[in-house]
C-alpha cells in the first residue's frame, strides 16, 4: 500500500469499509484493525484505483489489510454525511506510518465510503495485519474497543441488514457442517439476532420456508430422543 | 481533468440515480426523464456538492429533476463497475444542451453511482420536466424504454430490493387508504411481486407477521360476504 498509493491512481473522496462478521457455531465476533502507535481501532478499509472496479478493489483490498483469501463481500450501504469525515484522523495515521503528506495529503479529504460486510467461520481462517497496522483481531459485538470516525455506525448498520437478511443469507453462509440439526441451526440464529428463540416457533418458520431437506436421525444416546439432521436444499 | 475542472463544486466520480416507482392501487410504473435531442431515456439523476451530505443532495436534485416534493428516497445499492460509464453519451447531452465542455467536461469521467429507489402514489403526484430534459412520465416496468449506461441494470437491482423487503416497507408507504381490505392489500403485493398469490395463503402469512389491526367489516353487498377492514398497527 506504501508504494502504490499516489494522488492519481485512485478516486479522490471515495473509500470502502469492510465489516467481517466471525461465527464459530455459538460467538459472533468482528474483525478490527489498530494503527502503529495511534489508538485507532477500525474496521480494514481502502480506496479504489481509477481503472478497478469497486467491486475488486474491495475484495482484494480486503485480502492484502486482513489475510483473508477469497471471502464473499456484500455491499450494504453507502456513507455520505458530512460529519464522518474527520482529517485530524487520517493526519495522524499518515505521520505514525512516517507517509509523505505530499503524496497521501488527498487521504485528508471528505470520503463517501461504501460498507461492505462478509460473515465466515473464524476458526477456519488465518489473519495477518498489513503494514499499517499493529495487530488485527476478533472482538465480540458486544466488547468493541472505541472505533475512529463513523465505524460504529457502519457495525451497527451492517449488523442490521445482516439480521433483515438472515432468512436469505443462511443457505450459503458455509457457516454449518453439512448436516445439522435444528438446535444448531436455532443457535446460529440466536448468535446473530442477539435473542433467544422459541423451539417450537423456530422449528415452524424453518421447515415453513421450505429450504431444509430432512435426513437420518443422529443416534447419540437414547435413541427415541435423537434429533433429525437436516442439510439445506 | 482534475486541473481542468478545478473550480468544480461537485465531488468528481460521484453520481447518484434514483428509482421512482409509482403505484396506483394496481400498476407498477417507473419514473424516466428524456433528455433534449438526444433519444436518451434515463433514471432521474445528478452529483453530490462537496459541502453537502449524500441524502441531501439526492433529496434536492431528485425534487428539481422531477417536481416531487419531499418523497422518502432510500439507498439500495452502489454501482462501481468500469463499464457503466460511458462519456459518448454524457457528450452527446452535454452538446444538445450546449453546455460548456471546459467547465462540464468532469462528467464524462468515469462515474461510481449510488442508487435510491422510492415508492409513491402515482395519482397524488405532479411531475414536472427539469431544463435539461424534454419529458419526464411514468413508464410500465413491463414496457420501458430502452435505457442508457446501465439504467436498466439499476431499475431490476431496485426493483429486486424492493421485493425482498416488501413485508417491512409496505408498513409505512401510504399506497393504501387508511382502512383496507385484504383483496386491496394483496393486490399491492401481486402488483409489486409481479405474480398472482393465493388468496389463503397470503391472508395466513399477512396475519401471523402481526402489522394488522382488524376493524369493522366494509358492508356493500350480502351482509354474510362483506369482507373485514384492516389497518397498520
Known amino acids: 500500500m506504501k508504494s502504490a498509493a499516489k494522488n492519481q491512481d ?11 462478521f466471525g461465527f464459530n457455531g455459538s460467538q459472533l ?8 502507535n495511534t489508538e485507532y481501532f477500525a474496521l480494514p478499509g481502502g480506496f479504489v484505483k481509477m481503472d478497478e472496479s469497486l467491486d475488486d478493489a474491495v475484495k482484494k483490498g480486503v485480502s492484502q489489510r486482513t489475510g483473508l483469501e477469497d471471502i464473499y463481500l456484500e455491499q450494504f450501504y453507502t456513507f455520505g454525511s458530512l460529519e464522518r469525515s474527520d482529517p485530524g484522523v ?3 495515521i499518515l505521520t505514525e506510518n512516517n507517509l509523505d503528506m505530499e503524496k497521501y495529503g488527498w487521504m485528508l479529504g471528505r470520503f463517501l465510503s461504501i460498507g461492505y ?3 465466515i467461520n473464524y476458526e477456519e481462517v488465518s489473519l495477518k495485519p498489513d503494514e499499517l497496522s499493529d495487530s488485527i483481531n476478533w472482538y465480540s459485538i458486544d466488547e468493541l474497543p472505541p472505533l475512529m470516525m463513523n465505524h460504529k455506525e457502519m457495525v451497527k448498520k451492517a449488523l442490521e441488514v445482516l439480521r433483515n437478511n438472515l432468512d436469505r443469507k443462511i443457505v450459503g453462509m458455509n457457516l454449518l457442517p453439512h448436516k445439522f440439526t435444528m438446535k444448531q441451526l436455532q443457535q446460529v440464529y440466536e448468535a446473530i439476532l442477539g435473542e433467544k428463540l422459541r423451539r417450537t416457533t423456530f422449528q415452524r418458520k424453518m421447515l415453513s420456508m421450505e429450504i431444509l431437506v430432512r435426513h437420518e436421525k ?16
Open 10 to 20: 485512485f478516486i479522490q473522496n471515495i473509500s470502502y469499509d469492510s465489516v467481517i
Open 29 to 36: 465476533k468482528i474483525l478490527i484493525l489498530e494503527y502503529h
Open 90 to 92: 487520517m493526519d495522524k
Open 117 to 119: 460486510y462478509a460473515l
Open 218 to 233: 443422529l443416534f447419540q444416546g437414547k435413541a427415541h430422543k435423537a434429533p433429525y439432521l437436516y442439510s439445506f436444499k
